[in-house]
């Protein structure tokens, strides 16, 4: 269940409506003369932003309960906080700029969608935008992250022999 929204500028007392080139329903002009249904038939943003719909690890100590923001970054959160949130969306791989990214995607809105505490999994449900074909989409798409555990560097300092 993917919602797809298209952001045009024109004004609807001004405009002319035209055939959707696809399927024919009549719309408000755009650059890729294509309803939204259409649209979202040919784009599917969730490919960007997981591809091959795997999971995303999300690190967390097992002694301190720490969640990892970079390799050697841990922060305690709360589950589903705000905090934990960032973390989250920061390890998506379709949000992390690179020179070779061809579209750019905007965070419109993001929310926890509740899993059982003891399954170790986090669901966010993100409406992201982007413009395709000189046209603004807006999808939500659900993303899924999976918890395993990493021993934080203090933890792994405390627990370091020294001898």
């Known amino acids: 269940p993917v919602s797809v929204a298209i952001v045009t500028t024109v004004s609807s007392a001004t405009a002319v409506k035209i055939p959707c080139c696809l399927c024919g329903v009549m719309i408000l ?19 960007l932003l997981q591809p ?3 999971r995303i690890d999300i690190y967390q ?11 050697t970054v841990f922060e305690p959160c ?14 998506i791989p379709g949000f992390v700029q690179t020179k070779s990214s061809q579209a750019k995607l905007h965070i419109i809105d993001a929310i926890w969608v509740w899993t ?19 046209v603004q989409m807006q999808q939500r798409v659900m993303v899924e992250f999976q918890i395993r555990w990493k021993q934080c560097p ?3 300092r405390e627990f370091t022999s020294r001898t």
Do not use: W, Y
């Not at 002009?29 to 490919?47: D, G, I």
């Not at 100590?61 to 390799?71: H, I, M, S, V």
């Open 29 to 47: 002009p755009n650059a890729a003369n294509q309803c939204s249904a259409c649209l979202a038939q040919q784009f599917n943003l969730k490919e």
């Open 52 to 54: 091959k719909g795997q």
């Open 61 to 71: 100590c097992r002694q301190c309960r720490r969640f990892a923001r970079t390799d």
């Open 78 to 91: 709360e589950p589903e906080s705000p905090q934990l949130l960032s973390i989250c969306l920061k390890h």
């Open 116 to 134: 059982e505490p003891h399954s170790m999994r986090l669901k966010v449900r993100v409406t992201i935008r982007t413009e395709m074909e000189s």
């Open 154 to 156: 203090d933890c792994n």
